[in-house]
């Protein structure tokens, strides 16, 4: 007999007793699992009568999935990434799968190159990832430059100026690299004193000159005083004539020389000319007969150091070079044309 038409005779014989009520509500006790329900599949347990031994088996429904997320997985420049999904948290089974999403590659932008200096280093370019960071081509470092040393000229100090010492600079980027020093001005160094704008005294009139004191190293005028000549005598008018001849060479003067005031005059006209002259021009004139030259013709030539003067003499023809500074030379009053001649 089996269990159902057991379970009924038994069930009959519930009710001959005066039993009331449904045979399934009296099959309460749990007994035993005989198959254990799964999430997708249903089970079996065996319950058993509460008022007797009798038995049954009961469906136990199928549990169903619990469900629990497996989270996104962002994708990186070099590795992959995953889609959302889910899985069973009881039965591990996969309920909605992950995908894999590509590795979404560097953004690379450039790091620009930065250019040496003399003194600093420099950097060649090169490139990183704006997203991670990383870099794609590292950037080198490029040797400072070194300073290109250029010299800077002396300056040589005058009479009246500052000069400079010797330095140096970098003609890249104009840092000094050694420094120029201040040179003091010379000052003036006086030469012997010369006569200038002579007039001649005469019988009965005075004369005068100017005492001009010259830089003996620029020509710059360091003072002026003029000086007055008192009136010649009636009486030494001859003996006057005589000394201006013995202060110069007799050997070059003659009596058949031009008086002392035309001499002056005619070196006085020189220097006119010399001052007035052109830029780097030439003075021309006939000497004739006269003995030489007088001191202030070559303290205009040292004013005037561009400007050079060829004279027409009883000797023949003397020029005087620009430049030749002879002031400093000459020291007499009267400078002989054989005098000029063994200077020039």
């Known amino acids: 007999m089996d269990d159902r038409s057991n379970m009924e005779n038994v069930w009959r014989q519930y009710h001959a007793l005066g039993g009331n009520g449904d045979m399934n509500d009296e099959f309460t006790e749990y007994q035993s699992t005989v198959t254990a329900a799964t999430c997708t599949t249903s089970g079996t347990d065996i319950y058993k009568c509460k008022h007797c031994n009798a038995t049954k088996q009961v469906t136990v429904a199928a549990k169903g999935h619990k469900e629990v997320t497996d989270a996104a997985v962002e994708a990186t420049c070099t590795k992959t990434g995953l889609t959302a999904g889910s899985h069973c948290s009881v039965c591990t089974d996969v309920l909605v799968a992950q995908q894999v999403v590509p590795a979404k590659g560097h953004k690379e932008v450039t790091d620009a190159a930065v250019e040496a200096t003399c003194t600093e280093t420099g950097l060649t370019a090169g490139s990183h990832c704006s997203v991670c960071k990383d870099v794609l081509v590292a950037q080198q470092v490029v040797p400072a430059k070194g300073h290109k040393e250029v010299t800077d000229a002396a300056v040589e100090a005058t009479c009246t100026e500052t000069g400079l010492t010797a330095g140096s600079h ?20 006086p030469a012997a004193a010369v006569k200038e704008n002579e007039k001649a005294a005469k019988i009965g009139v005075a004369g005068s000159y100017d005492e001009v004191v010259y830089c003996k190293d620029c020509g710059a005028e360091i003072s002026r005083k003029t000086v ?28 058949a020389a031009a008086t002392v005031d035309a001499f002056d005059a005619f070196c006085n006209e020189l220097v006119w000319k010399i001052r007035n002259a052109a830029q780097n021009g030439t003075v021309e004139a006939d000497a004739g007969n006269f003995p030489g030259l007088k001191q202030n013709v070559f303290g205009a030539l040292n004013d005037r150091p561009d400007v050079s003067l060829k004279l027409k003499t009883r000797d023949g023809e003397i020029t ?17 044309w054989a005098e000029i001649r063994g200077l020039v």
């Open 320 to 336: 005087i070079p620009a430049g030749a500074g002879l002031l400093s030379k000459v020291s007499r009053g009267v400078v002989t």
């Open 170 to 189: 970098c003609s890249a980027c104009g840092t000094v690299t050694k420094a120029k020093k201040v040179v003091p001005a010379k000052g003036h160094s």
């Open 228 to 255: 007055t000549v008192p009136a010649v005598p009636e009486e030494k008018k001859e003996e006057d004539v005589k000394n201006a001849e013995t202060a110069t060479d007799k050997a070059e003067i003659t009596a």
